[in-house]
């Protein structure tokens, strides 16, 4: 992810149930220039977040400049680049990356992302075919798109090191909230992606990824990662699992 880790629009979006939950509102995105949304957002929080580091953000401006004019066949040349120096290392070290996909999955700010959907995921996979060069495919950034998240995991699961099991909402005009782990609560179809998995007899690592606040934890919990939501989320994932085993 170029110059950005993930991004959101709201850190604490209320939702109808108590609980409150990150919101990407799409407008507000192509209506802001990225400086003026860091400064909105840093102020509504005090802890330092993942990605968004205060020495980071202070050479924002800067880091920008150096991606003017930068395409996304630049971003595959040099992840080209990356993997052909580091796979083999890895390879003799018996260490399997996993290359997370960008969040949100498609272009913000002008600037390219590339780990956004099967067809790339597919050319990633290709730039170095080992089994060493995989995937922590995220179904909750896959899913801030129109991605057939199940059909990836079928495709790609042998090279699937680690999976983030986590469900957001998708509206028609773009913006999307992260919602609790259910199928039915949001639009990732969480319970297709465990069978998928299931079927495939996978057997890496499972995360439940990111939780909404609820029980008024907003006080003291990272946005995004509310552990009570997180909790129920590892559960959800199991009872799926273990009905599947029966
Ligand atoms: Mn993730």
Known sequence: MPVFDWTRTDLYKQTTDGSNALFFEKSQIEDIDPITLIDKISKDVDVTMPGWEPER?????????????????DLWQNLQYFLEQIIPVCESCDIKMGIHPDDPAFPIFGLPRIIINKENIGRFLNLVDSPYNGLSLCTGSLGSSNNDIPDIIDTYCSRIHFIHIRNVKRYENGDFIETSHRACDGSVDTVKVIETLHRHGYSG??????????????????????????????????????????
């Open 57 to 73: 953000l202070a050479r924002l401006k800067e880091t920008f400049r150096q991606y003017e004019g930068f395409t996304a066949e």
């Open 205 to 246: 690592y499972v995360r439940p990824d990111h939780g909404r606040h609820i029980w008024g934890e907003e006080a003291w919990a990272r946005p995004g990662y509310g552990l009570y939501d997180r909790a129920l989320g590892i559960m959800y994932i199991w009872g799926v699992w273990d009905s599947l085993n029966h």
